[in-house]
């Protein structure tokens, strides 16, 4: 069974479209998170959830936003899609507790032409 | 906030070598953790291991050691006896400790391109 999945793995859109990443975690884990990699192969992170609070990385537009139905979903909505967001992004999942590992989605490789 | 700081883009060894990656943190929390992801061509991320910073001990997976120096903010990964498959890109991360739930999320390094040679 797939631990953190994300879809769609390849995502491929025009400039100014609003689109969405999904990510489910089948962990029971309370916390998630979202990561970009540009394409020098950075990481950082964008949002960190749980049922409690989000944190947002405030270098983040606010055309990234996050939504979550329930404590297994985390779901990315980026709306007016520019040039500058073609990356992979990351979804993640843990305990909320910082000692413990995070567990990585698969990654979406987003383009935007 | 803290920066974490990996001086070596792409390292490159024999099968079977040991290779040492660095790895060198800024923080003025005082209770963390760290550690060291691998990336493979594949694009996961995988856990190599990590290292509470209240403990002393370095860490050990198998093959995978640290070598923690907190007052230095070091911390480097050792691979002893690298194998073709752990040719991949490896990330350095710090977390700070946090209250429960809501964490700060991982802090990475740039990365090290590690290429094991047949």
């Known amino acids: 069974d797939t631990a953190v999945s994300q879809t769609p793995k390849y995502l491929v859109t025009q400039m100014g479209n609003d689109k969405s990443i999904k990510c489910e975690q089948n962990l029971g884990h309370d916390t998630m998170y979202w990561y970009k990699q540009d394409s020098k192969k950075f990481l950082k992170i964008m949002f960190s959830?749980?049922?409690?609070?989000?944190?947002i990385n405030e270098t983040v537009p606010n055309r990234f936003s996050p939504k979550s139905p329930d404590k297994a979903h985390l779901n990315l909505h980026i709306n007016s899609l520019e040039l500058g967001d073609s990356a992979v992004y990351f979804c993640?999942?843990?305990?909320?507790?910082?000692?413990?590992?995070?567990?990585f989605g698969p990654g979406t490789r987003l383009t935007v032409t | 906030a803290q920066t974490v700081t990996q001086s070596q883009p792409e390292m490159s060894v024999q099968e079977a070598e040991t290779v040492t990656l660095s790895c060198t943190y800024d923080t003025s929390e005082n209770n963390y953790y760290l550690f060291w992801y691998k990336q493979p061509p594949s694009r996961q991320m995988i856990l190599v291991i990590r290292q509470e910073a209240y403990k002393q001990q370095n860490a050990t997976e198998n093959r995978f050691s640290v070598n923690f120096q907190k007052a230095a903010k070091s911390f480097s990964l050792k691979i002893s006896d690298s194998q073709l498959g752990d040719t991949a890109m490896y990330f350095c991360?710090?977390?700070?400790?946090?209250?429960?739930?809501?964490?700060?999320?991982?802090?990475f390094g740039k990365g090290t391109h590690l290429i094991i040679q047949p």
């Open positions: 959830y749980n049922n409690k609070e989000l944190i």
């Open positions: 993640a999942s843990s305990h909320g507790d910082s000692r413990y590992e995070q567990y």
């Open positions: 991360a710090f977390m700070k400790h946090g209250s429960g739930g809501g964490a700060d999320g991982l802090t």
